[in-house]
């Protein structure tokens, strides 16, 4: 008996963290979502969990004010009280506080769309977007877009920088979400060995069609990267010389970024 309730408790907490696990893993799929939200089919086929698991966690959610769901579309996005808990949070990260001179001085030097782009678990995050001079913008990526990593130019980058092995575990576990964007394991893991013998990853088609992308990876303190800067222009923009010159930029002002880490309070 007693051996019994000692299994019991020993299961309790890591049924619970599964829980919690399988609610994050909903949140970070609606976040994809946006203002739009997503359908539940969608839901299930990003999360891998069964139809009545997914249903169960979201209405559980819906309860709390942490997703809502629209009458008219049927749809599922983040509730209103997100961003009301995200209040208790410091305005301003220590990376977006290093980083911001040195956006807007790359972004001046390159004169076409400059992007940031945070990890946040198995997703990439934009949180900055700086647009340049030339005519012909590139605005891909809204500030606030989260994809999986390995779909965008900058999550490839910043896949690349992990070890090989984290890499293609983060790849697998986001095998399923690939489907939506077009491109699978196989694609990501051929562009993650070439980023890494480039030393930064180079998009020869962009999420626009006619427009090419380079990613470099910015590290934290610890050495693993967290965020990822990235210049989108038209392709007639990136031809092989340019490309040369633009990644060198890019390269420097990632370094003078983790520098302004290493160097904050």
Known sequence: ?????????????????????????????????????????????????????????????????????????????????????ALARPSRSPLLAAADAVLRRTSQQVGDTLFLTVRTGNDTLCVDRRIGAYPIKVLSIEVGARRPLGVSSAGVAILAALPAPEARKIVTANEARFVAYRTDSVAVLAQIAAARRRGYNLREVGLVQGTKSISTWIKTIDGRPAAAMTVSAVRARLGPRREQEVAEILLNASREIERALRSAP
């Open 1 to 85: 008996m007693r051996a019994d309730r000692r299994t019991e408790r020993r299961q309790e907490p890591r049924q619970g963290a599964q829980a919690i696990r399988r609610a994050l893993a909903v949140l970070r799929i609606l976040a994809a979502g946006r203002e739009t939200g997503l359908p539940l089919a969608d839901v299930v086929q990003a999360t891998g969990l069964t139809r009545p698991t997914v249903h169960r966690i979201v209405h559980a959610l819906i309860e709390e004010g942490i997703v809502e769901r629209s009458e008219r579309t049927g749809r599922y996005a983040i509730g209103n009280q997100v961003p009301e808990l």
